[in-house]
T-cell receptor
Framework: EPEVTQTPSHQVTQMGQEVILRCVPI?????FYWYRQILGQKVEFLVS????????KSEIFDDQFSVERPDGSNFTLKIRSTKLEDSAMYFC?????????????FGDGTRLSIL | KNEVEQSPQNLTAQEGEFITINCSYSVGISALHWLQQHPGGGIVSLFM???GKKKHGRLIATINIQEKHSSLHITASHPRDSAVYIC?????????FGAGTRLTVKP
């Protein structure tokens, strides 16, 4: 069964550094998402992306964050100047249709640790 | 107040028991999702529903749109069902999550 793959599985970065989290969504999917889960807390929506632009974003997704689909397969989340509070598990997901019509498939996550 | 409330927070059951996890929401939605998060952190989508009832194996999900309430039932629970079960609601392209219910099924 096709999967959403995320790399790396664990990223350790110094505070203030830029970090890029990478995702390869399922190939025929059109909608892409990033979520984060701070340790011990609930999953939070960050952003959704369709047709090469952001569809929705949450209050968390401020100017520090950006997303890109640089080629036909990758979907990336960039955090420009990381802060300690950015430490979390980041999940990528994709779906063929909008969330009201079809469930999404999640990657296994990237654990981001900011030192 | 959280937009998505789940109960209970934690649930311990003996193998074979019938389990119910509840979810209430306070916002307008296009769909409600039940997700399973494994101990390693990975998330699997179990159900997406906007009305009525869905069944998959030993899992049943129901939703009452008027009451803004959904339940996830597990029949004949098994230790491999131990996980965190998360209720989430979506508009067209965003999602709001409950805090999850940690289920432990003992043999």
């Amino acid at each position: 069964e096709p999967e959403v793959t995320q790399t790396p599985s664990h990223q350790v970065t110094q505070m203030g550094q830029e970090v890029i989290l990478r995702c390869v969504p399922i190939s025929n999917h059109l909608y892409f998402y990033w979520y984060r889960q701070i340790l011990g807390q609930k999953v939070e929506f960050l952003v959704s992306f369709y047709n090469n632009e952001i569809s929705e974003k949450s209050e968390i997704f401020d100017d520090q964050f950006s997303v890109e689909r640089p080629d036909g397969s990758n979907f990336t989340l960039k955090i420009r100047s990381t802060k300690l509070e950015d430490s979390a598990m980041y999940f990528c997901a994709s779906s063929q249709q909008i969330l009201s019509n079809q469930p999404q498939h999640f990657g296994d996550g990237t654990r981001l640790s900011i030192l | 107040k959280n937009e998505v409330e789940q109960s209970p927070q934690n649930l311990t059951a003996q193998e074979g028991e019938f389990i119910t996890i509840n979810c209430s929401y306070s916002v307008g939605i296009s769909a409600l999702h039940w997700l399973q998060q494994h101990p390693g952190g990975g998330i699997v989508s179990l159900f997406m529903l906007s009305s009525g009832k869905k069944k998959h194996g030993r899992l049943i999900a129901t939703i009452n749109i008027q009451e803004k309430h959904s339940s996830l039932h597990i029949t004949a629970s098994h230790p491999r069902d131990s996980a965190v079960y998360i209720c989430a609601v979506s508009g067209n392209n965003d999602m709001r999550f409950g805090a999850g219910t940690r289920l432990t099924v003992k043999p």
